[in-house]
Nanobody, 124 residues
């Protein structure tokens, strides 16, 4: 059984930084893409970033490109989301997504496993 567990959320001031972590167990982590999504109250879940199984490709949603960085440590079964220049509109629950397509380079909201989410609140 695949388990996806996020951590690192919290309250931060606008302009600040925060790093989220996501640990995956129950699967050979290094063979699958990983990603982050977020959801604010009343809004649809939004793609934030993804990273290929080998770390050689990263994709970002337009609202976060240039401010957020996704990375992975396959030895620790962990993916990170470094968030910088945070804005109030970044406030959301952030969900980690573990893809289930072997050797994948991106993630899809329609497949794979979700974490339980971690709250990020940016105060202005």
């Amino acid at each position: 059984q695949v388990q996806v567990v996020e951590s690192g959320g919290g309250l931060v001031q606008a302009g600040g930084s925060l790093r989220l972590s996501c640990v995956v167990s129950g699967r050979t982590f290094s063979r699958y893409a990983m990603g982050w999504f977020r959801q604010s109250p009343g809004k649809a879940r939004q793609f934030v970033a993804s990273i290929a199984w080998n770390g050689r490709r990263a994709d970002y949603g337009d609202p976060v490109r240039g401010r957020f960085t996704i990375s992975r440590d396959n030895a620790k079964n962990t993916v990170y989301l470094q968030m910088g220049s945070l804005k109030s509109e970044d406030t959301a629950v952030y969900y980690c997504k573990a893809d289930n397509q072997l050797w994948s380079i991106g993630v899809s909201a329609g497949r794979g496993d979700w974490g339980q989410g971690t709250q990020v609140t940016v105060s202005s």
